[in-house]
């Protein structure tokens, strides 16, 4: 895929310290370490504009990219890669301050559009089908997407997605950060999330 312009806009724990909402936002949600840093990055052709850990709990802040629009290099909307949610090493108190923080975010950002729902191809818990729920119910869109995809064996990778969509009862997209699979068609989705009004119900694939 070629690569897109896109740059650091900067962190932020708190509604008052986001950057002017001025362009259409979609965010990257879901489990630490499934791989939404990596996904960022592929979608935009980086190798490491997200920071990419094999240790979960990387990002720790709302980290904002502006994305740019290839040929006239002008803007035209927000990638936000969210800290990830479950994971049980780190310490009480900074798992107590990421939910609030992430839910502060989804729930009081007015360019917000839509949500990229990250679950793992292998995976697929409560916790995803209640994220799928409460971010449509907001009126944004939900863009769910199974990564990993390079974990399973070909016959393996349609059966995988049709699981995770009886689960999530939303379309899947399956993706490979690693390979690029499933790029083309996230890209599509998350083109329809950012155009399309807040409030309108029609879930996106
Ligand atoms: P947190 O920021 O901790 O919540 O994690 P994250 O969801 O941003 O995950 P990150 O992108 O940092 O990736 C976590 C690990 O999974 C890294 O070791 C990545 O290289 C790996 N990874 C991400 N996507 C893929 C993929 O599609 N295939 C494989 N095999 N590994 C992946
Ligand atoms: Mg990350």
């Not at 489990?31 to 939404?36: F, H, I």
């Not at 980290?63 to 909307?77: I, Q, T, Y």
């Not at 609030?100 to 990229?116: D, H």
Request: hydrophobic share 40%.
């Amino acid at each position: 895929m070629k690569p897109l312009a896109a740059e650091f806009v900067t962190s932020a724990t708190a509604p008052s310290h986001f950057p002017p909402g001025d362009l259409p936002e979609i965010a990257f949600a879901g489990r630490s370490n499934v791989g939404k840093s990596s996904l960022l990055n592929a979608l935009l052709g980086k190798k490491n504009l997200a920071r990419v850990s094999q240790t979960p709990g990387r990002t720790r802040l709302v980290n904002f990219f502006r994305v740019g629009g290839g040929e006239k290099k002008s803007a035209v909307c927000i990638f936000v890669d969210l800290p990830g949610y479950g994971y049980a090493k780190v310490s009480k108190v900074a798992q107590e301050q990421w939910g609030p923080m992430i839910e502060g975010y989804l729930s009081s950002r007015s360019v917000l559009r839509g949500v990229v729902l990250l679950t793992d191809v292998r995976r697929g818990e409560q916790e995803e089908a209640n994220l799928v729920r409460w971010v449509h119910a907001r009126g944004l869109g939900v863009v769910a997407v199974a990564t990993k995809l390079d974990k399973l064996s070909r016959g393996q990778r349609a059966q995988g997605c049709r699981d995770l969509e009886t689960f999530l009862g939303v379309p899947v997209i399956g993706c490979s950060a690693e390979t690029g699979e499933g790029m083309e068609a996230v890209w599509k989705a998350v083109r329809d999330v950012l155009s399309r009004p807040r409030g309108s119900s029609r879930l996106t694939v």
